[in-house]
């Protein structure tokens, strides 16, 4: 008999979701609710191939999981809230605990909390997603998808850092890795499209308005670009990704900031926003670009740069590379940043054909490039919607 299961993505302002019947992996609804606790709140949702959008005032999640459900409800999805057994929550940190997904209790929610300052954005409003659903959803059995799961295959050589080895043992500080359940995906959907030859030696860029690459071989995470929290890396679109580290003290001290307004400034206030002084949105620094702004086409430099040399050390740590996936917003739209990308790897045998680039192709390489290139659209929630089917049975 089909299971209904409900998949959760929470951003901090917004909350994307697909209701599928398990095995079949049939999508019953997805949606997204945006702008959430603002009076521009968007609610879009497809049904049976048709799209939906309600522009109305949404105050805050409980108010947006509740829309969701009388939706389902309204437009006969499901006839009752019973029938949804299980919810599956995307969670960004879960630090040394979490290597497997995992049945929501109050441990978990603990530590979910205690995580939190490690990954201020979004554990908690991960959090706040799950009191809202065991409120309005009291039946469903709720489960813990961790995004630095994934990444715990990655061996110590890479994920520890030159610090005080106690830092590790007794507050476990190290590389972790995030998201997981994307990076999952192209390490499950790659060699079902092209092989397992082709995708033994593959990186993997997520690239939105949060971005990490990982170094994938022969489907597991061996690197990864975020680090001890998602603020490592390349560069975001308002977080910093990478810096020197001497950097912090010295700002706290000439500007006189304390830590908490420092996190907020290397979270919220930098990355492409910070360097243009525009927008975190790729978009509208291509268009401030090609108008000429310098600021702009500065911040698209140093983002394409730091991707290019991720590429480039991980193809080290793969010993070669075989595939270069992009996805997520800007890896499947930006024909743009593909091409920037990879207009300096011809060293490693990376060539695109600007025609499939154009046209957001399935494979974009050409004919005489040596490395597969792909766009592949992510699919975090079936990632999760699996992960809470195998739960829900280790439980039975």
Do not use: W
Not at 102 to 107: I, K, R
């Amino acid at each position: 008999m089909a299971e209904k299961i409900l998949a959760i993505n929470a951003g901090s302002s917004s909350l994307k979701f697909k209701l599928y019947a398990m095995p079949a992996e049939t999508v019953m609804m997805s949606g997204q609710l945006d702008r959430i606790g603002t009076k521009t709140s968007s609610f879009t949702y497809v049904i049976a191939g048709k799209q939906s959008k309600l522009v109305s005032p949404i105050a805050d999640f409980v108010a947006a999981i509740q829309m969701v459900i009388d939706t389902l409800l309204s437009s006969h999805v499901i006839a009752s809230k019973t029938e949804i057994v299980g919810v599956g929550h995307r969670i960004s940190h879960g630090g040394k605990y979490y290597s497997q997904p995992v049945l929501v209790d109050a441990d978990v929610k603990a530590k979910i909390h205690e995580l939190s300052v490690l990954s201020p954005l979004h554990n908690p409003v991960n959090l706040l997603g799950i009191e809202a659903f065991e409120k309005l959803l009291p039946a469903a059995k709720e489960v813990a998808i961790f995004d630095t799961a994934f990444h715990h295959t990655i061996p110590a050589k890479a994920y520890m850092y030159a610090l005080p080895y106690s830092y590790y043992e007794d507050h476990g500080i190290r590389r972790y890795g995030f998201h997981g359940p994307s990076h999952e995906y192209i390490a499950q959907r790659a060699p079902e499209l092209f092989g397992r030859e082709q995708t033994r030696r593959m990186i993997s860029c997520h690239l939105g308005n949060g971005g990490s690459l990982t170094a994938l071989l022969d489907g597991q995470s061996v690197n990864s670009s975020m680090g001890f929290t998602p603020l490592a890396g390349i560069v975001m679109g308002t977080r910093s990704g990478d810096i020197d580290p001497e950097i912090i003290p010295y700002i706290e001290e000439e500007l006189h900031l304390d830590s908490h307004a420092v996190r907020e400034m290397l979270n919220q206030d930098s990355g492409l926003l910070g360097l243009s002084g525009i927008s975190n949105d790729i978009r509208d620094l291509d268009i401030a670009a090609e108008a000429g702004n310098k600021r702009a086409q500065l911040a698209l430099d140093v983002y394409v740069h730091q991707i290019q040399q991720y590429i480039g050390a991980y193809t080290t740590d793969l010993q070669g590379l075989d595939t270069l996936v992009f996805t997520a917003g800007i890896g499947e739209h930006s024909a743009l940043i593909r091409q920037r990308v990879c207009e300096n790897l011809g060293y490693l045998g990376v060539r695109i054909d600007p025609v499939k680039n154009e046209a957001n192709a399935l494979s974009i390489e050409a004919a005489d490039s040596r490395v597969k290139v792909a766009v592949i659209p992510t699919d975090e929630e079936i990632v999760i919607a699996r992960d809470v089917v195998q739960v829900l049975g280790d439980q039975a």
